[in-house]
């Protein structure tokens, strides 16, 4: 097995401390280590780091050399400019392919929190038996808590393997109402983003779903290792269309496997989900850094240096650090992002 760590994601939603060059995977948000760092340590015992490659941004080669020092340069892949999943995940099945033909490959988003880290590596060795014997694409569903309206969800059919089943459709992002139904059939799991198969079957299943990308990753498989790489690489990146894995072939395809698993997780997509992956004090509030509080509940507070105080507030979110501090409602902590869109039009770029 190979895995392929997707490290190329802006995180946006959490600024102030998600810069352009040192994003949300490159974090420390829910321990000592990096996101990414945790990312690559807990599938170690299964994939050695000489088989592990890292996709990222030009931008962030430093700081992900910097977190994984061991790392081979050569399994370090730079995109020129980010173009969504799809091609990220084509461009390291092409690599995994040259390297081995029969390559199962794992790919794995770098700022995901697994707190059940045996049952992972267990679905994974599991996924791994099922693709080689099948050209089956296999997708990790999360068994679901609650009912959640900003996950995608999907449905299974039929098994097809002990604890696999046929996918029977994808749901992006329902209404309440919807994902309480889901709930209640108990034949729903939540998608979380991690897919096992063999790098031939993922290409395979591009060519029939998106020839598009398919064609330009083409192009960019044939000079490979050449002195055009990096030119041939950034032409083509510049032009291929930006698209999701999920939309360009996992809604698409016919032999999509999903096998239903409880790993302790979450995606940790905005400050507000700290709570979900840190301890709370008596009055609910989830703390890092110096604080002082004072009839203050709910609440998510972030310090870097220096102490933050809160007298009688509630559900609030305080983020501090050196240049800037946040103050957000945490029924708005999505809409965070939409202060980096803000700081980009008015030229603030020394806060990116």
Not at 41 to 58: F, K, M, W
Request: with cysteine.
């Amino acid at each position: 097995m190979y895995a392929v760590i997707l490290a190329g994601g802006s995180g946006t939603r959490f600024w102030p401390k998600s810069r352009e060059t040192r994003p949300k995977q490159l974090l420390s948000l829910s321990g000592s280590a990096s996101l990414l760092r945790q990312t690559v340590d807990r599938i170690r015992p299964l994939v050695p780091h000489e088989r592990i490659l890292i996709v990222a941004g030009t931008a962030l080669e430093d700081g992900v050399r910097e977190a994984l020092p061991e790392l081979p340069s050569e399994n370090l892949i730079l995109e020129p400019v980010g173009r969504n999943t799809a091609p990220a995940i084509g461009l390291g099945a092409l690599i995994l392919r040259r390297r081995n033909p029969d390559a199962v490959m794992a790919v794995l988003p770098a700022d995901h929190v697994v707190q059940k880290e045996a049952e992972l590596l267990r679905v994974l060795q599991r996924a791994a038996e099922i693709v080689r014997d099948h050209p089956f694409l296999v997708t990790l569903g999360i068994q679901p808590t609650r009912a959640e309206t900003g996950y995608g969800y999907i449905e299974q059919g039929a098994l097809v393997e002990p604890g696999a089943y046929r996918v029977q459709c994808f749901t992006e992002k329902p209404d309440t109402r919807t994902a309480e139904a889901f709930l209640r059939t108990g034949r729903f799991s939540w998608n979380s983003g991690m897919f096992v198969w063999k790098a031939s079957d993922i290409l395979a299943a591009m060519q029939a779903h998106c020839p598009e990308t398919h064609r330009d990753l083409q192009k960019i498989d044939g000079a490979l290792g050449t002195q055009d790489e990096a030119q041939v690489l950034r032409q083509v990146y510049e032009e291929m269309p930006a698209e999701s894995i999920d939309y360009a072939v996992m809604e698409k395809a016919r032999d999509i496997v999903v096998i239903p698993v409880d790993l302790g997780w979450s995606d940790v997509g905005s400050w507000r989900a700290l709570e979900e992956v840190l301890p709370q004090d008596a009055q609910g509030n989830t703390l890092r850094g110096q604080t002082v509080l004072r009839n203050t509940s709910n609440s998510i507070v972030v310090g870097e240096k220096r102490l933050i105080a809160a007298v009688g507030v509630n559900d609030l979110i305080v983020v501090e650090t050196d240049d800037a501090v946040l103050v957000c409602h945490k029924d708005k902590a999505q809409e965070v992002r939409q202060v980096v869109e803000l700081l980009r039009v008015r030229g603030l770029d020394q806060y990116l």
